[in-house]
């Protein structure tokens, strides 16, 4: 069993505030097959200097208190983790009456994950699957009440694979993404952030090759198959004549994006195991 504790202090600059953030932490490895963990940690964040303009706040930061368990499980060439957690959120910006700004704001998400990875041919494919569960509520900035915020998805998958072809010094990736719609306002409806966009579904394939113990040559090509994903509707601010708001999708510049890289290490170690290889 391992026990780990930690206390930050934390000051802003030009205010008297001073802040305390302890984290904790608690494993227990019966084995080395199972590890079962405990935390506990705060946290905080710097709200931002556009807001030093309102002089009506105690503080400058808002807080996050994060519980964590999770557990991992391992077994021949098999992981399989799983991760419950729980965040809550204070002081955050907040529009209330009269659009005066203050910093009663609040949230929480919850939520879990999992993984599962497996090495299957002798090692040479790693197959991994994960997929993420989160349940994210915030009252803050123009949202009177707790809404999901724009940025937040309920659901996310994602299938990987990893190919190793020693013989040409090569790994070869496939992966697949999924994720739930995200949230937006549509002026016509009532309420705020009630709809959801399409889910997100992007291809992705890419190639490691070891030029030498010091290079690596890397290419990799996301949504191949060039599906259209929507981020965020714009909508403008009036209705036209007949009552409709009309929108514009906000969106990726380009569907599909193609990266090739060269990784030169200039130390005398490798820049790769090349046993991997």
């Known amino acids: 069993m391992y026990l780990n504790a930690s206390l930050r202090m934390e000051n802003y600059v030009g205010h008297n505030d001073v802040y305390f953030m302890p984290r904790i932490s608690l494993s227990y490895i019966p084995n080395n097959k199972l590890q079962l963990s405990a935390l506990y940690g705060r946290y905080s964040q710097v709200i931002g200097d556009e807001f030093d303009i309102y002089n009506n706040y105690i503080k400058n930061e808002s807080f996050a208190n994060h519980y964590i368990l999770s557990i991992q499980y391992k077994l021949h060439e098999t992981t399989f983790r799983v991760e419950a957690y729980d965040k809550t959120y204070s002081h955050l ?3 209330e009456e009269l659009q005066q700004m203050t910093f009663n704001g609040k949230g929480h998400s919850y939520g879990f994950d999992l993984f599962l990875e497996k090495m299957i041919f002798q090692g040479r494919l790693n197959t991994t699957l994960s997929y993420s569960y989160n349940h994210s509520r915030r009252k803050y900035m123009q949202y009177p009440d707790y809404v999901q915020p724009q940025y937040a ?10 190919y190793n072809v020693p013989q040409i010094k090569s790994i070869f990736g496939l992966s697949e993404n999924i994720t739930s719609g995200r949230p937006y306002t549509d002026p016509s409806q009532p309420g705020m952030l009630q709809k959801r966009t399409k889910p997100y579904l992007s291809t992705g394939v890419n190639v490691s090759f070891l030029a030498s113990p010091s ?63």
């Open 93 to 95: 910006p907040l529009y």
């Open 153 to 162: 998805t309920t659901h996310g998958g994602c299938l990987s694979l990893k």
């Open 215 to 277: 290079v690596i040559l890397y290419a990799s090509v996301t949504n191949i198959l060039n599906r259209h994903n929507v981020f965020n509707y714009q909508y403008q601010k009036t209705p036209g004549a007949e009552g409709s708001y009309n929108r514009t999708p906000v969106e990726a510049s380009r569907d599909r994006f193609c990266y090739i890289g060269i990784f030169i290490s200039l130390k005398k170690s490798h820049a790769y195991e090349i046993s991997n290889f």
